[in-house]
């Protein structure tokens, strides 16, 4: 699996916030915070326009890995 296809995975499928132990105690807004990140370098990756909803994204995202 090429890296920009488990970064995508990684975010879909919100491995981030289980490999990563810290992110337990962020706040609701610190986590929305991440989101917006995450979202942002998915499209980033996929070359998917800005203003594509985060559920298309997401499901984009899945069908690429």
């Not at 090429?2 to 289980?18: C, G, P, S």
């Amino acid at each position: 699996m090429q890296i920009k296809e488990t970064v995508a995975f990684q975010v879909e499928n919100e491995d981030f916030d289980y490999s990563f132990p810290c992110l337990n105690s962020l706040s609701e807004t610190n986590i929305k915070r991440l989101e917006v990140i995450q979202n942002s370098a998915v499209r980033s990756i996929l070359k998917i326009r800005n203003d594509t909803p985060s559920n298309i994204l997401h499901h984009e995202a899945y069908n690429k890995v």
